[in-house]
């Protein structure tokens, strides 16, 4: 069985090893400048801990072989019966035990390989006693069984690249196998398959040499793509291949076939090697599909870097660093020696590697070749054996041949930061120290200074603006440079990180301030270079924290602004502090008219406008009136006329008009004042366009929006005749309307005659046109125009407007027209007075024949509505056929009736209860018998004026059945 100790047991355990830091010129007695006493207590980043096999008792012997993944463990132990175990790690269960002795008869196991899903166990083993041949064997996790692998027979399998992206827990899917001569092959093994599904020799790295093992073999598959690549390690020569297969191709053999043919050659560097072996190894995050480092253990030292992540790209690894081990040193060691100080193998973290040795394990940081860790394993814990990284949970495990240990690593990249802060790689320093605010300011002072002494100041500037360097001393840095762009940069950025404090924000504004003004006003400065410093001050002061310091100190900002007799940033800082009015008044006063007019326009305070408009209505009448109507509807307009009505010269009076033409047909106002004005600017300057104006507005009176009575003096005192034409007309005062048309146009005249309602208006109206165009002038040929033109007239109308000695013959032939007229006119009321009796006589006979009308009822008649006799009670019958019961009739036809009708109903029923009850005490007269009958009529007329079913129900047609459905759903429930 096994198990992980206690987490207590990582608080209680004391690491043997000796933590070594990695800042350069820090020991562990030592403590670099600025280290603190938490420094030289954190914790190691690498610590072992050991880890109990709970191994059956019935096997004694040391561990020969181990390997790990996905936290299956699988072992070899060095007993009689050489045992095979197989662990789940989280998990404190019994070993699955398979016993390897019989398949061992003259062979020694060299290596185990166990894949990705911790299912498939591959044992190579080689022979022990001549004649034999290499072979290797095959375990599937979930059984006993033991297969020996025939078709591999005479290849000693060294290397194993396992197939992550095929392999399942029943199959390794394709898979590479790299052997002593440098041979791959290709194959795949199942859980219930008796031979591999195929081998194939796929490439050959040995060329025919006996003795060329394949060391490291890793397959690896670009995510989302269908590039494969294929990393291959002998002991002096890393080889690289890569190809794109088809989707539906599960060979690997399409990888190598363009290398086999010559027309791609291989990646391989050769190196100079006193080793017969090399060590290969990848590093990604838990899990990860394809992993992002490598290292390769080799003659000349570790080379490492990245794998390429290009789907194009010609390199699979990318990058060459190289950790120089210098084994020449130990050439004039005895082979024993050498063999003990040569490292065996590594493990591969995110910066560093762990070496393992004959007798210990040493840590390497890969960026800087630090050695950070270094531990000696002495003999009672048993001969060091390997090292190895379960790449399914990233966890690294060591052996001895007696123990088993595990690594715990914490914090790995906390001292990154320094390390590429000593190599100037500032920016990734500034990612790795971010966490930590007091490494980030070193990292930043750093950064700053480089910058400063590259001659980049404004870089240097942001850099040390987030330093807790002290402000006085990166100031006095700064202002010995010529220019003052940095400083001011500096000091803003500052600024902006100071928190709440009133008192260093003033300060610093201030000195900002008297910076910017300085280099704006500097004597020798260029227009260009002084509106960009301008420019840069406007924004400066537009910030939200400088106006609100600004507003609170405004004297001493005032004060400088004046010492630097600066008049345009004395009015600038006056409108970010809202004084707008204090800038008009100095810009008017200075006859700067258009600067003060663009002032007002920046402030939203209308009193201003209604103030300065005079006076700038005076000097820029057009641009006052384009401002006025850029602000749309802001504005009071009825405040704004005494502003207006100042000015009667010909550039203000056209102005005036077109804005208050824009306030009337483009904002809709209403305000009677503002049309009576324009009805007064119009007649005095612009008579043609009051009428237009005018009839724009229409003639109901309800609805227009100017003064009748003062738009007619308007017009009178200016002789806009036409326009006091149209308003005598709106007021319905013809006779004076068609005076005044009379007497400058006889047309209107007559246009105007034409529209009183009534005839006998209309009638007047022409004979005083008559009069004024025929008296006097005894024109008949304007009298019988007049005749054609309106048919009210006749020929005995004008006439009393002719002298008494015209002859007649002038008027013979209108005279006997009319004649003609007045005898046509006879005739036809004759004709009608002939139609009117015999229309009477027809109505005579049609009342006689209703008289004579009668219905024949039977005795079993009964009503329409409730199926009774019908003579039972009083009824009423229509001429369609239908009967009724009055009161049946009655009662169907309240609710169709209206609310007066239903009152009324009420009233006359009333009404006739009472003349009933007064006919038991009194004697009925005939007056009372009347009334009744009149009360009857009437009440038939209301109940019985149409026959329910032929009259009533049809009107009823598009009227829903039920109004009330809520009353419907309380009655059914």
């Avoid at 290397?159 to 041979?183: C, D, K, P, Q, W």
């Avoid at 397959?219 to 002998?234: D, E, F, G, H």
């Avoid at 048309?741 to 046109?769: G, Q, V």
């Amino acid at each position: 069985m096994s198990s992980f100790d206690d987490d207590d047991s990582w608080m209680n355990y004391k690491p043997s090893a000796k933590f070594l830091p990695i800042v350069e010129g820090k020991t562990a007695d030592c403590p670099a400048a600025g280290e603190t006493d938490f420094d030289k207590l954190e914790t190691p980043i690498f610590s072992k801990r050991q880890i109990t096999l709970r191994i059956p008792s019935t096997y004694k012997g040391n561990l020969m072989h181990v390997n790990v993944n996905k936290n299956w463990l699988v072992c070899v132990l060095d007993t009689p019966q050489t045992i095979l175990l197989r662990f789940f790690l989280p998990r404190a269960l019994p070993p699955g035990e398979i016993p390897l002795e019989k398949y061992l008869a003259g062979y020694a196991i060299s290596k185990v390989f166990l894949d990705y899903t911790g299912h498939h166990t591959l044992i190579p083993i080689v022979p022990q006693t001549p004649g034999l041949s290499a072979d290797f064997l095959y375990i599937h996790g979930n059984g006993p069984k033991v297969r020996r692998v025939e078709k591999f027979k005479d290849h000693e399998i060294t290397a194993v690249a396992f197939n992550r992206y095929m392999g399942t827990e029943s199959s390794t899917g394709s898979i590479l196998l790299g052997t002593s001569r440098g041979l791959i092959f290709e194959t795949e093994l199942v859980q219930d398959g008796f031979s591999p599904l195929q081998r194939k020799q796929v490439y050959d790295l040995g060329l025919g040499r006996t003795k060329y093992p394949i060391n490291g073999l890793e397959l690896l598959r670009l995510p989302n793509t269908n590039k494969y690549m294929v990393i291959a390690t002998t002991p002096d020569c890393i080889y690289t291949f890569q190809e794109s297969l088809k989707p539906d191709d599960r060979s690997l053999q399409f990888i190598f076939a363009n290398y086999v043919n010559g027309q791609q050659v291989h990646g391989a560097e050769m190196i100079e090697t006193e080793l017969n072996y090399s060590a290969l190894q990848l590093y990604g995050e838990p899990n990860e599909k394809l992993p992002k480092q490598w290292a390769w253990l080799c003659g000349s030292g570790i080379r490492f870097g990245e794998i390429s992540t290009e789907e194009r790209s010609t390199d699979v690894l990318l990058g060459d660093s190289l950790i120089n081990l210098d084994y020449k040193q130990y050439k004039h060691l005895s082979y024993e020696e050498r063999r003990q100080n040569a490292p065996r193998t590594l493990a591969l973290t995110e910066y560093h590697a762990l070496i393992l040795y004959s007798d210990h394990i040493t840590g390497i940081c890969l960026l800087n070749e630090k050695v950070v860790y270094e531990e000696y394993f002495h003999e009672q814990v048993g001969k060091l054996l390997n090292i190895l990284r379960d790449p399914f949970t990233g966890t690294i495990y060591v052996y001895t041949d007696k123990m088993f240990f595990s690594y715990k690593i914490t914090d790995e990249q906390r001292d990154i930061w320094r390390i590429y802060l000593e190599k100037g790689q500032y920016d990734l320093a500034e990612i790795y120290a971010a966490e930590q605010p007091e490494h980030l300011d070193i990292v930043l002072i750093k950064k700053a200074d480089a910058a400063f002494e590259k001659g980049d100041y404004t870089l240097a500037a942001d850099f040390y603006a987030e330093t807790s360097k002290p402000f006085e001393e990166i100031s006095l840095k700064f202002m010995e440079l010529d220019t003052k762009k940095p400083i001011i940069r500096y000091a803003k950025k500052r600024l902006a990180m100071l928190e709440n404090d009133p008192t260093k924000i003033m300060v610093l504004v201030i000195w900002l301030v008297d910076l910017y003004l300085t280099q704006i006003n500097y004597p020798r400065r260029s227009a260009q270079e002084r509106a960009e410093w301008q420019s840069e001050f406007d924004e400066f002061m537009q910030g939200a924290r400088v106006a609100d310091c600004a507003r609170q100190n405004k004297e001493p900002i005032c004060n400088l602004l004046k010492e630097h007799a600066d008049s345009h940033n004395i009015a600038q800082f006056a409108i970010s502090i809202g004084d707008y009015e204090e800038v008009i008044e100095q810009q008017i006063g200075s006859k700067k008219f258009k600067e003060a007019l663009r002032t007002l326009t920046q402030q939203d305070n209308l009193e201003l406008y209604y103030k300065y408009c005079p006076i700038l209505m005076d000097y820029l009448p057009h641009e006052t009136i384009d401002t006025l109507m850029s602000q749309g509807r802001k504005f009071d307009i009825k405040e704004l006329i005494p502003t207006l009505v100042l000015q009667e010269s010909d550039k203000h009076i056209e102005e005036i008009i077109r804005y208050l033409e824009f306030a009337i047909y483009n904002l809709g106002e209403t305000n009677q004042a503002v049309h009576n004005y324009i009805i007064h600017l119009y007649a005095k300057y612009k008579p043609p366009k009051v009428i237009k104006y005018l009839e724009n507005e229409g003639q109901d009176v309800s609805l227009i929006h100017y003064d009748i009575n003062y738009a007619m003096i308007q017009c009178k005192l200016f002789k806009a005749n036409v326009a006091s034409v149209f308003l005598m007309c709106l007021c319905k005062m013809w006779a004076a309307a068609v005076d005044l048309a009379l007497e400058f146009d006889l047309k209107l005249a007559k246009e105007t005659a034409s529209k009183p309602t009534k005839e006998e208006d209309r009638e007047k109206m022409w004979l005083a046109i008559a009069r004024h165009e025929i008296q006097g002038t005894n024109d008949v040929k304007k009298a019988l125009d007049l005749l054609k033109e309106c048919d009210l007239l006749r020929i005995e109308d004008l006439l009393p407007f002719f002298s008494d000695f015209e002859k007649i013959d002038d008027f013979k032939e209108p005279i006997c027209a009319a004649l003609k007229d007045y005898n046509l006119k006879i005739l036809e009321l004759k004709h009608e007075m002939d139609e009117c009796d015999k229309q009477a006589e027809r109505v005579i006979k049609d009342l006689q024949n209703v008289r004579e009308r009668s219905i024949r009822i039977n005795a079993q008649e009964n009503c329409s509505l409730c199926d009774s006799f019908l003579m039972v009670k009083p009824f009423i019958v229509f001429i369609c056929g239908h009967k009724f019961h009055s009161d049946c009739l009655e009662k169907k036809i309240l609710p169709t009736l209206s609310s007066d009708q239903s009152r009324r109903l009420r009233t006359i029923k009333q009404q006739l209860d009472a003349l009933v009850t007064q006919s038991f005490v009194m004697d009925i007269s005939e007056e009372m018998l009347l009334q009744r009958a009149e009360l009857k009529i009437e009440i038939e007329e209301i109940v019985a004026g149409d026959c329910y079913f032929c009259g009533v129900m049809i009107d009823m047609i598009d009227q829903p059945f039920v109004n009330d459905w809520d009353q419907v759903n309380v009655d059914w429930e």
